[in-house]
């Protein structure tokens, strides 16, 4: 079973079941994949789907933060809620320790070794860790390895 059609079933159960916050939660999420389908003019792939599903994480990680700094705590608590829900869908996340491993290893098969390869290295790099980690981590380890 691919991504959509888990999103599919998630939906019906959440329907089913009368959970309106994780049914509007993937009801979000199905209507940003439909409309880049329709965009596309064809269906999307699971890398494609994990894609949408971790700019929505970003996104609703963002807002979290500005929740907070604003002290709007219902706001903060709902996008909590809606990251866990949509946190199902991605693969599980790797540990810095794993980052680490995964950079030097990528560090090494380019042959990059100044701060101003870091881009060869981040494009070699991202394909191996799309929807397992977080960007701004995988950044930061490049960054501490190439100095």
Known sequence: MNL???????????????????????????STIK?????L?????????????SREIKQRKDAL?????????ELAENAKAEIDIISKYLPSQ????????????????????SKAEMGKVMS???PKVK???DGKLVSQ???QFLQ
């Open 4 to 30: 959509s059609e888990r999103l599919n079933e998630d939906m019906k159960q959440a329907m089913k079941s009368q959970d309106k916050f994780t049914l509007s939660t993937i009801r979000l999420v199905r």
């Open 35 to 39: 409309n880049l389908e329709i965009d």
């Open 41 to 53: 003019k064809r269906t999307l792939d699971d890398n494609e789907v994990l894609d949408i599903l």
């Open 65 to 73: 933060q500005e929740f907070d700094k604003a002290g709007r705590t």
């Open 94 to 113: 790797l540990t810095e320790e794993e980052i680490k491993v995964i950079v030097q290893q990528t560090i090494q098969e380019t042959g990059a070794s």
């Open 124 to 126: 070699a790099l991202l």
């Open 131 to 133: 929807g397992k980690a």
């Open 141 to 143: 380890a490049v960054q």
